[in-house]
């Protein structure tokens, strides 16, 4: 069984620029989460989608920050536009129901210069 | 706000040694606490989930503990080899603001050494 697919796995922009992530959760998984990892720090969550829903933005910086999972399946995450302190890894997971075990992608780690 | 440590930071041991990882959080009201390892430049592998119910899980020469009224977990990994070498992350899962969630601690960072 494939695993969650992200991609890009490494992005280095100016900052100003726009930037995308996509992923692709493990299939049947209804529950797609996207986390931040700061350099020597746990992920945070950002987003967390039921099927096509975001139902937990809550830590979502809306200014700048906007996520999509249009058919409840793949998920694209935009920053537009970037800043400095943005430069992180950002993970995805999913798992069959907000209530299971998570499962992580390999992440983007972004560089903002 | 629940906040999870981890302790130590890092760690370094020699092959073969048995050792203990440690995990606290503030909030005893969790679901269940769950034990992460990331390798550099990837993405994290759960290693053991333990229930709130549950006192303990085992996976090979791994187990987890779990002792909820004192705040505390602690990962113990018998007979360590280099490939052991990682960071490890727990993470307790919560409810707050009306949806349930992961909180991470910064994670301990392993090496075991040939």
């Known amino acids: 069984e494939a695993g969650v697919v992200q991609s890009p796995r490494y992005k280095i922009i100016e900052k100003k620029q726009p930037v995308a992530f996509w992923c692709n959760p493990i299939s049947g998984h209804n529950t797609l989460y996207w986390y931040l990892q700061n350099l020597g720090q746990g992920p945070e969550l950002l987003i967390r989608?039921?099927?096509?829903?975001?139902?937990?933005d809550s830590q979502l910086p809306k200014d700048r920050f906007s996520a999509e999972r249009l058919k409840g399946v793949d998920s694209t995450l935009k920053i537009q536009p970037a800043e400095l302190g943005d430069s992180a890894v950002y993970l995805c997971?999913?798992?069959?129901?907000?209530?299971?075990?998570?499962?992580f992608g390999p992440g983007t780690r972004l560089t903002v210069t | 706000k629940q906040e999870v440590t981890q302790i130590p930071a890092a760690l370094s041991v020699p092959e073969g040694e048995n050792l203990v990882l440690n995990c606290s959080f503030t909030?005893?009201?969790?679901?269940?606490l769950q034990w992460f390892r990331q390798d550099p430049g990837k993405g994290l592998t759960s290693l053991l989930l333990?229930?709130?119910?549950?006192r303990e899980q085992t996976s090979g020469r791994l187990n987890a503990s779990l002792d909820k009224s004192s705040g505390r977990s602690t990962l113990y990994i018998a007979a360590s080899q280099p490939g052991d070498s990682a960071t490890y992350l727990c993470?307790?899962?919560?409810?707050?603001?009306?949806?349930?969630?992961?909180?991470f601690g910064k994670g301990t960072k392993l090496t075991v050494n040939p």
């Open positions: 989608y039921e099927n096509e829903e975001a139902v937990d």
């Open positions: 333990i229930q709130s119910s549950q």
């Open positions: 909030d005893s009201a969790i679901y269940n």
């Open positions: 993470a307790v899962r919560i409810t707050q603001g009306g949806s349930e969630k992961l909180v």
């Open positions: 997971a999913s798992s069959l129901f907000q209530e299971n075990e998570q499962y």
